[in-house]
């Protein structure tokens, strides 16, 4: 396991991946879309898509290697997480979410397997913060704090309690001010509304 010291994860043990609790932690696949949709809504339900973060991540690719998911003995998707990034004057961090399991699966250590991967693998990747909006009791565990999250906004209303940071590099949020805005890669194919197909006039027989 990771050891965490107040907010600042220290990378120096490999990561539990649950594999002796009948789970692995796996990156995410395009084949993976459809069932991560479906365990997102039957973890959180369709609200889960009029949240302020879903700003930040509508049209956007999540950052690199940073989509993972849980996989049963099966190969089944039940758990998922995924990193995006965002910067706030000028300052970069991800923002983490977001975070579910399949209810069937909760309270096994999946959620935790997934966050300690996740983060491990940000760390590697160089990344100095982690940014999220969830339950302070859930992830002052794993050193979120919102301390770190004082001087940021959402573009939206945010429950100030639940809005958590977290520095993988100490002192990677110093300067971090004002609404964090996306940064990420755009999706290629964002979903554009709906338009009637043209119709020609029927030609008039003569
Ligand atoms: C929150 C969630 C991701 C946790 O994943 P999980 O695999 O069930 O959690 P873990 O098995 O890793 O950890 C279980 C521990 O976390 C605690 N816990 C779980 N959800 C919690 C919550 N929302 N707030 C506080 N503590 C929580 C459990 O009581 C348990 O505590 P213990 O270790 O002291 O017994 C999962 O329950 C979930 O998908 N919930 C619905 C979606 C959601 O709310 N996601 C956003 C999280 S804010």
Not at 34 to 42: G, H, I, N, V, W
Not at 158 to 173: I, N, S, W, Y
Not at 176 to 190: E, M, T, V
Request: proline fraction near 7%; include cysteine; glycine fraction near 10%.
């Amino acid at each position: 396991m990771n050891q965490l010291v107040t907010n600042q994860l220290v990378a120096d043990q490999p990561v539990a991946t649950g594999a002796a609790a009948g789970f692995v932690i796996d990156s995410e696949r395009p084949a993976d879309e459809k069932a991560r949709e479906r365990l997102l809504d039957r973890a959180m339900g369709p609200e889960r898509r009029r949240k302020t973060c879903e700003r930040l991540r509508a049209g956007r690719l999540p950052a690199d290697g940073l989509a993972l998911v849980a996989r049963d003995a099966l190969g089944r998707v039940i758990g998922t997480v995924r990193l995006w990034n965002v910067q706030a004057s000028g300052v970069p961090a991800l923002m983490l979410g977001p975070l579910a399991v399949d209810p069937w699966w909760q309270g096994c250590g999946v959620g935790a397997a997934l966050l300690r991967e996740a983060l491990a693998r940000a760390v590697a990747r160089g990344h100095g913060a982690v940014i999220l909006v969830g339950d302070a009791p859930y992830y002052a565990r794993f050193g979120f704090s919102p301390q770190l999250t004082e001087a940021l906004d959402l573009p939206g209303p945010v429950d100030r309690a639940r809005f958590l940071g977290l520095e993988l590099k100490p002192g990677a949020l110093d300067g971090a001010r004002g609404c964090l805005r996306a940064s990420g890669a755009k999706a290629a194919f964002a979903r554009v509304p709906h338009r009637p197909a043209l119709t020609m006039p029927a030609r008039r027989a003569s």
